[in-house]
């Protein structure tokens, strides 16, 4: 870069998160100059990674929330591109209408009013979920899913088996998004991941990772959440964060992207997590008494072919590498004992 160049500019919502940790850091790394926010700046365990990513390039952290209008104007303003990841994630919400789906689609037009008023932002890359893809009533097997699947909101709502509000917020912030972009000449593009892993510089993960070291953990409620998974998608889609980030990134910087993008290396199931994870993994005692009906096979297949067509591949499309940082993170989290611990148990 000459001394006259400035660098390109990239807002992260949610920093804090688990996604948005690792995005930053890839950011950084390929000479981004980034801005991220978080709901609270006083709470510096859940923000300690960001202070350690500041080693790596300039990277602004500004507190914003998502139910707060304008919040993000000071976040967005200079920049870009604008990557919305921060999103209510509670899959056991009691109330999912208030607490999730209209939070959701709210905090999606507020990040995306700041972009318009900012001026600056390029593309808006926008976080949605394969729950937004695959949640619709699907007869026998076999069916190959790409970006024209929308998740049926009414047969979700009218089903309510948990986590339905969860696929209902993604399509409706979707659709919003799309609605509001058009209105407002905003060049959008949407990626909607599978179940993503893999290690990133968070401290604190919710969701996904517990979910997928839950077989090696033994923690029910984990076990719960991916049994929820693949009963609701027919399979259990996984993608490696570090995949799911260069794709991010692909598809903000080709100019050509545009609609939606599904981001998904493999699609599993818990039994064959299971057993891979039973041969590699000896030292840990896999959860093997899993009661409930699971499938041998996917009857729901992912496509990222249109990713693929972008020009991206995938480093990690086996369980192997999908899980090979999985479960030194998960020692690192205190999700699963160390080895020492193991040792003296
Ligand atoms: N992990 C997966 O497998 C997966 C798969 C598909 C899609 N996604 C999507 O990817 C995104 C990130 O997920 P994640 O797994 O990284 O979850 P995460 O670690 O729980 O991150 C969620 C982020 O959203 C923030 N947030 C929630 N409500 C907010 C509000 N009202 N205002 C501001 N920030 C708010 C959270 O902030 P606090 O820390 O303050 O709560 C947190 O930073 C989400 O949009 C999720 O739906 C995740």
């Known amino acids: 870069m000459s001394a006259g160049d400035k660098k390109r500019t990239a807002c992260v919502t949610g920093g804090d998160g688990y996604i948005a940790s690792a995005l930053v850091k890839m950011l950084l790394e390929k000479g981004y100059a980034v801005k991220t ?25 500004l507190r914003a929330d998502l139910d707060v209008e304008g919040s993000f104007d000071d976040a967005v ?42 001026g600056t932002v390029k593309r808006v890359i926008l976080t949605s979920s394969a729950c937004a893809v695959s ?24 089903n309510k088996s948990c986590p339905w509000g969860y696929p209902v917020s993604k399509v409706l912030l979707e659709k919003e998004a799309s609605r509001f972009a058009e209105e407002h000449g905003i060049s959008l593009v949407t990626v909607c991941p599978a179940v993503t892993v ?27 959440v991916l049994k929820g998974v693949e009963a609701a998608s027919g ?25 939606r993008y599904i981001c998904c290396g493999l699609d599993a199931t818990i039994v064959g997590i299971a057993r891979f994870l039973a041969d590699k993994y000896l030292r ?19 496509s990222s072919a249109k990713l693929v067509r972008e020009g991206f591949e995938f480093r990690y499309n086996t369980l192997d590498e999908i899980y090979h940082d999985m479960v030194d993170y998960g020692k690192a989290l205190g999700i699963l004992p160390t080895d020492h611990d193991i040792c003296f148990a």
Not at 94 to 101: F, T, V, W
């Open 198 to 224: 893999g290690a990133a510089p968070a401290r604190k993960v919710h969701t996904s990772v517990p979910a997928c070291l839950s077989l090696l953990s033994g923690d029910e409620a984990a076990i719960g």
């Open 235 to 259: 399979a259990v889609p996984l993608v490696h964060v570090d995949d799911l980030c260069r794709a991010k990134v692909l598809v903000a910087e080709e100019a050509a992207a545009a609609g």
């Open 37 to 61: 926010t978080v709901r609270s700046l006083d709470d510096l365990e859940m923000i300690s990674h960001l202070k350690d990513l500041q080693a790596l390039g300039p990277l602004t952290v």
């Open 135 to 158: 949640g619709r009533p699907l007869l026998g097997d076999g069916h190959v899913l790409d970006e024209d699947s929308w998740s049926d909101v009414d047969y979700l709502t009218a």
């Open 77 to 118: 303003a200079g920049c870009d591109y604008a990557f919305l990841v921060a999103a209510p994630v509670n899959l056991h919400s009691k109330n999912p209408e208030e607490e999730l789906i209209e939070p959701a689609v709210r905090g999606t037009l507020n990040v995306m009013a700041s972009c318009v008023k900012a």
């Open 284 to 302: 840990y005692s896999v959860n093997s008494e899993l009661s409930g009906e699971l499938l041998e096979k996917p009857r729901v297949y992912l």
